[in-house]
């Protein structure tokens, strides 16, 4: 993996990041599936194909991060703070989930059934990715696991971007492990800190 561009020059660069599609993903795709409450498909079809177009090619700006996002999910990154980097990353794995859950939920609204799909099975590893945060021995979620490189100090991996990550990914299915449904996991970040 090569050097972003803007981090020519710079001693310390963390280029490595992989939540910043899914993150906008994540605000456009709410926005769109607002838009299609009060308008047809062929509407958004014709006036907002710029943010959501089926098809193979990602021209459209939900489409493409929702491609990215979806090949690369698991591969290492940078935390949220650019201080860990780690083959999974608490934060950029909720906002993939998020990211995935509702694109899916678009890409069917758009008759896009072959790249709901997609999403879907990627969203089924994720799922189960995310059960290798958990750590049954000291109680808690990890911020991130498989440490490589970055700040040596947070060895028990312990960190406010855990409760970040389970308010913003706004998960609302009581069946799912971090759901803000659960007061419980939220009382129980909040007192782990």
């Not at 990602?58 to 940078?78: C, G, V």
């Not at 608490?90 to 709901?116: H, P, V, Y």
């Not at 990550?165 to 069946?175: I, L, Q």
Request: glycine share 4%; hydrophobic share 40%.
């Amino acid at each position: 993996m090569g050097t972003a561009p803007e981090c020519t020059g710079f001693s310390h660069c963390n280029a490595h990041f992989k939540d910043g599609p899914a993150l906008r993903a994540i605000t456009l795709s709410r926005f769109a599936l607002h838009l299609l409450d009060s308008i047809s498909v062929q509407e958004f079809k014709r006036d907002y194909s710029l943010l959501y177009e089926a098809g193979m090619a990602a021209n459209s700006t939900i489409k493409a991060d929702l491609e990215y996002t979806s090949h690369h999910w698991n591969d290492r990154s940078y935390d949220l703070w650019e201080e860990a980097y780690a083959s999974g990353q608490f934060f950029n794995t909720m906002a993939f989930r998020e990211a995935l859950t509702l694109g899916a939920q678009l890409a069917r609204k758009l008759d896009d059934a072959e790249a709901a799909e997609l999403y879907e099975l990627q969203l089924s590893e994720i799922n189960k990715f995310l059960h290798n945060f958990w750590d049954a021995k000291d109680g808690w979620i990890k911020s991130s696991i498989k440490h490589e490189r970055g700040v040596e100090w947070k060895i028990k991996h312990l960190d406010a971007s855990v409760l970040i990550a389970v308010m913003f990914s706004n998960s609302t299915d009581e069946n799912y492990p971090y759901s803000i449904c659960i007061p419980s996991i939220v009382l129980y970040l909040i007192t782990s800190l």
